[in-house]
T-cell receptor, first 113, second 110 residues
Framework: DARVTQTPRHKVTEMGQEVTMRCQPI?????VFWYRQTMMQGLELLAY????????DSGMPKDRFSAEMPDATLATLKIQPSEPRDSAVYFC???????????FGQGTRLTVV | EDQVTQSPEALRLQEGESSSLNCSYTVSGLRGLFWYRQDPGKGPEFLFTLYSAGEEKEKERLKATLTKKESFLHITAPKPEDSATYLCAVQNNAGNMLTFGGGTRLMVKP
């Protein structure tokens, strides 16, 4: 059963701490997205990769957020230092080619206190 | 900049009461329009992709249609298990990224 796997599912951390979220895309998918979902803003694109190369990270606060794909089976999103306004659900999604659907993971619910 | 607006924000229906959800969009060259369903605490689940005006897709009680400016998700004789948030997204010709609307929260009462 092919699915996008995200870890951890829940994370509570103190302001100023580093947070790392991980995503395992569906095998064979060459595009990976990071989205953030809040009640106020809905789903916002933070960054996306094609064939492990970053194509667009304009939605990400560059001073504190970073996204990488160390290999084809792992994507990471880091926040350092974290702030309370970063509290949200972070979704990873993967897709195969343009014009086809993206499949979402279950998300990481981040709470920064 | 691509934009997607969904209406209504929330919709309450009685079981069996058919209705439609609207997704209005502006995009610089539409490559695809996508509908997703999202249940509380879960990630969006893919439903349909529409590529060109006039196209229709169906799945159980759901039918999605597309014009040059909007898409509709028609729900026929809904059941309580259809209760969820329905999200619409567009993809332009320039890349893979999906731009999402704010969603419509559907509640179907027995």
């Amino acid at each position: 059963d092919a699915r996008v796997t995200q870890t951890p599912r829940h994370k509570v951390t103190e302001m100023g701490q580093e947070v790392t979220m991980r995503c395992q895309p569906i095998l064979g998918h060459n595009t990976v997205f990071w989205y953030r979902q809040t009640m106020m803003q809905g789903l916002e694109l933070l960054a996306y990769f094609r064939n492990r190369a970053p194509l667009d990270d304009s939605g990400m606060p560059k001073d504190r957020f970073s996204a990488e794909m160390p290999d084809a089976t792992l994507a990471t999103l880091k926040i350092q230092p974290s702030e309370p306004r970063d509290s949200a659900v972070y979704f990873c999604a993967s897709g195969f080619k343009q014009g086809t659907e993206a499949f979402f993971g279950q998300g990481t619910r981040l709470t920064v206190v | 900049e691509d934009q997607v607006t969904q209406s209504p924000e929330a919709l309450r229906l009685q079981e069996g009461e058919s209705s439609s959800l609207n997704c209005s969009y502006t995009v610089s060259g539409l490559r695809g329009l996508f509908w997703y369903r999202q249940d509380p605490g879960k990630g969006p689940e893919f439903l349909f992709t529409l590529y060109s005006a006039g196209e229709e897709k169906e799945k159980e009680r759901l039918k999605a249609t597309l014009t040059k400016k909007e898409s509709f998700l028609h729900i026929t004789a809904p059941k309580p298990e259809d209760s969820a948030t329905y999200l619409c997204a567009v993809q332009n010709n320039a890349g893979n990224m999906l731009t999402f609307g704010g969603g419509t929260r559907l509640m179907v009462k027995p």
